[in-house]
């Protein structure tokens, strides 16, 4: 009996020292997980093993960052970080914000079979408020890394920008004053391509596809002048040229009107020359007309004066003038021995070509400058 009792004696504390020991291995392992190194290791181990379903559940999502697993799926397939041979981590700082939230940053070198530097990353693992079993800290990793960040696009001032469908926030725009480019700036974007979509009240529309791992696109000058900004630009050129030859029928220059007001020199010197050549032999108008018109247009170019856009205008067009002409016969007398005079219709025409350049500001077009030859008598 005595020796049964000390076999379960010693088979106790046989088990009691295996359990301090499995207990104490427990604690150390926890406490080493417990870690932001251990954390970020283990998460970069995953990520190069091409392992997104597991280094997703170490994401911290409280730090106003969400993503779907799918979502960071694509994100860190677009990073390619699964071509990477192994990394070395390097510890920044430990620091808090001003709410008390823990974070550990940490520079992140990737290397190829040769121990090549291939990309460098920055990484924030963040301590979460709960422990593990009460007694372990838990670190988790913030999922800004694995997007991109601050991605330019530039586009004529007054455009709207829509990257998937989704239309940029406002206050991602930014314009100095007065310049014709306005900077879209994307906070975070998860890698991979995506559709572009410009659009803007007179340029073309741009619909293409972007991909957002460079720092910057530029679609600037590469929107031409629409169909319908084209169609008002002529119209335009067409009311100019009837009120300009309208006002030198009239000789009076109050008759210009204010689209002119940039070039009101221009448009005075035309209506004072005109007016001279049409009056020249007393003439009376009956009607003054302008048609067959045809333009072409000049690539647009911006304004860095007001963020302006301009282009200049080739109008070419056929007039016809008809006039009544007092004549006088040559072989008719009146009674009183006087010649005889009649009125006659005469009629001349002809093609002519203007520039004018038009500026497109604040919703409206108007004439900045032109160059009309004066009609041939």
């Known amino acids: ?213 460079g720092e910057t696109v530029d679609y600037t000058f590469k929107m031409p002048l629409k169909e319908s900004a084209q169609d008002e630009c002529k119209e335009l050129g067409v009311a100019v040229l009837k009120n300009l030859l309208t006002a030198s029928v009239k000789e009076k220059k109050s008759e210009i009107d204010e689209s002119l007001s940039g070039c009101i020199k221009e448009a005075e010197k035309f209506v004072k020359e005109e007016g001279a050549l049409l009056h020249q032999d007393g003439s009376d108008f009956k009607s003054i007309a302008v048609s067959a018109f045809a333009v072409q247009f000049s690539d647009p170019v911006f304004s860095e004066e007001n963020g302006s856009i301009q282009t200049e205008m080739t109008f070419s067009y056929h007039y016809r003038i008809k006039r009544d002409v007092v004549s006088v016969s040559e072989d008719q007398v009146q009674e009183d021995g006087t010649p005889l005079e009649y009125i006659e219709t005469v009629e001349n025409s002809g093609n002519s070509t203007a520039k004018m350049t038009m500026e497109y500001l604040d919703g409206s077009w108007k004439v900045v400058s032109l160059e009309i030859p004066v009609t041939e008598k």
């Not at 597991?54 to 409280?62: G, P, R, V, W, Y």
Request: glycine share 4%.
């Open 1 to 213: 009996m005595k020796v049964v009792k000390r076999i379960i004696i010693k088979l106790l504390i046989l088990l009691f020292v295996v359990a301090v020991g499995i207990g104490g291995a427990a604690v150390y392992q926890g406490q080493r997980q417990s870690t932001p190194d251990y954390t970020i290791d283990r998460y970069l181990t995953l990520l190069t093993e091409n392992n997104s379903e597991k280094a997703f559940s170490m994401l911290d999502e409280t730090d106003g960052i969400s993503l779907t697993k799918a979502e960071f799926s694509e994100a860190v397939t677009g990073k390619k970080y699964s071509l990477y041979a192994s990394f070395k981590a390097t510890a920044q700082e430990k620091r808090r914000d001003s709410a008390g939230n823990e974070y550990a940053d940490y520079h992140v070198e990737f290397l190829n079979a040769a121990d090549e530097i291939q990309m460098e990353e920055d990484f924030t693992l963040k301590k979460q408020p709960e422990q593990r079993f009460g007694m372990f800290d838990v670190w988790e990793v913030l999922p800004d890394h694995c997007m991109i960040r601050n991605f330019h696009i530039k586009v004529p001032a007054g455009s709207a920008v829509y990257l998937d469908a989704v239309e940029a926030d406002v206050t991602w725009m930014t314009r100095e004053k007065n310049s014709p480019v306005t900077t879209c700036t994307f906070p975070q974007l998860i890698p991979g391509e995506k559709s572009l979509t410009i659009r803007h009240p007179i340029l073309e529309s741009v619909n293409t596809t972007v991909d957002p791992s």
